[in-house]
């Protein structure tokens, strides 16, 4: 039996890890004791290195300049600060492109993706696996044993897909292992429709450029495919430097409800999961964006988790990158603390002079230890220090768990549905929001997970479902559990074959669906008006059980009279998508039937509190100041004030208050 492997607590040691990306290469080397000065004076204690550094560190076939990331990591290890050393292996250099074209991926059109910018690999290419692994094995071999060596980060922000050739063999190879054999491929992607049959394996391509719709199993198997690859590539380094430093702990970032990845699958491969997260400071739902991301970081690591990267200010790829007003990041990043977060890190150190991100704010930006950036940085430093001992590896929990799964959002996707403005991560986020507003905290879950441990099991949208996941929702009503859950639910399997009736005949009988006849997608505008609320988006014609309880039912035009939202016994089933407060007020009140409510009552609309532990944390997303009652006695963490009664928070004031 193989030793636990650790994880992030073997690098917090009782700390908030608190730093950011570092790409010092960009600067002279006397810029760098500046940093370091700079570093201790805002509390960083944990930089990242050698991210996008491949071209630096080998900058011609085999050869290696190690020395500058010596003296780097030395001076880091003498002013106290660890290092999370990064393979670099996101952005190859123009040499391997140029040496080696076959490592350049090709998108669904055949045309090639060249270098200069990043992620200009092939996750398929044998080559260029070849050639990340000799520089992850050097760089892990030379600083295994570095004292200022904390974590591994493997490349960063997996996104490439690939269409070309080596991806088409390497395509191929995944289906045989899936399905079998040709005859197993052509059930599962139903080529009897249009003539698409196979006959040979060599026939069988990528879903490149065609003239109508796509085949929708295979666009579903090859983003399958597309996750495993890079999933492959990740292992690969990973297993490299696990093998050199087996007490190190390894981590790649996500980026935050990203498309390309099965990220439940991937968190089973690190030691701590970590995330991105960049909510836009003008958005009025930015917070709970952020909630959202965080809710379901948390849940796919069971425990603390890792912000890798955050803005300090503004970001550049938006079409108007505004900066976040005063206290904003500050109570952004207390939020992330208090969902679980033990390390608040950004992109990145310093701001960039050049490049194509030097408009992206960093921890220092351009108006240097002098701008409003820089104060606030050193200031949430001092914070983080301060409270940290008392909130690292403390758990969160919740009693209501939102299902998401990455299959059935990528079968959701197919261009030939329904509706083009029905969109799996929009509802997810429609849901979660309601669920924020109602001040009700949440985990995420996969469908197929045990959800024992919830009174509430909330399912925005699972358009395909395993046989395995159908049975897991119907024995949890069973076992006493509280369902609720959205439209367009069950009504595929795993290769996007239509269940007879037009949703799988248990979840119609768990749900006392008799007949669903048709499916009403509404346009823009328009609503679906029922006797409790208006619906939006969606609706559809069902019949009910004799044994179900029409809960709302539509009125008027051609579904009058027919259930809009049923019930039978604990399991909800809601045809339509109720506007926003009527959504907000129906899960509160079945959260409550279900014996579960907000953290704490009577909050203020921009008020939002968490639990983290035995801690409980006031963060106000409003501009004016309001006060919140809290029954009894804390002291709050921040500021080492006692409050009793109530707490009166200002402009983004946050509060970390211990009983």
Known sequence: MSAPRPGLGAVTRGRILFGGDYNPEQWPEETWHDDVRLMRDAGVNSVTVGVFSWSRLEPRPGVREFGWLDRLMDLLHEHGIGV??????????????????????????????????????SHSSAVYRRHAAAITEDLAARYAHHP????????????????????????RDWLRARHGDLAGLNSAWGTAFWSQGYGDWAEVLPPRHAHYLKNPTQVLDFKRFTSDMLLECYTAERDIVRRHTPGIPVTTNFMPLWAGQDAWRWAEEEDVVSVDLYPDPRDPHGAQHGALVQDMTRSQAGGPWMLMEQAASAVNWRPVNRPKPPGLNRLWSLQAVARGADAVCYFQWRQSRQGAEKFHSGMVGHAGEHGRAFREISRLGAELARIAP????????????????????????HEGRLSTRVDHADLLTTWHRALWRAHLATDFAHPEHDLGAYRMVVVPQLYALTDRAV????????????????FLTGVADQDDRIREGGMDARLRALFGVRTLHEWWPLETGETATTDAFDGTLWSEEIDKTPDAVAEAVYRGGDLDGLPAVLRTGRAWYLSTLPAPDALRDLLASIARDAGTGPVLAGLPADVEAVRRGDLLFLLHHGRGTVTVEVPGSHRDLLTGTVHTGTVVLGRYGAAVLAP
């Not at 591994?152 to 390497?170: L, Q, S």
């Not at 929990?397 to 299902?403: C, N």
């Not at 929702?473 to 609720?484: C, F, K, S």
């Open 84 to 121: 999370v050393l990064a393979t670099p292996t996101s952005a190859p250099p123009p040499w391997l492109g140029r040496l080696h074209p076959e490592t350049l991926p090709r998108d669904a059109d055949g045309r090639v993706e060249w270098w200069g910018g990043r992620q200009h690999f």
């Open 471 to 486: 049975e897991n929702l119907v024995g949890y009503v069973r076992d006493g559990g509280t369902l609720v859950s959205g």
């Open 148 to 171: 200022a060596l904390t974590l591994w980060h493997i490349n960063n922000e997996y996104c490439t897909a690939d269409w070309g050739d080596e991806a088409a063999a390497r395509f």
């Open 390 to 413: 008392e909130v690292t590896g403390r758990p969160s929990r919740a009693d209501i768990a939102v299902l998401h799964d990455w299959h059935a959002w990528w079968a959701s996707a």
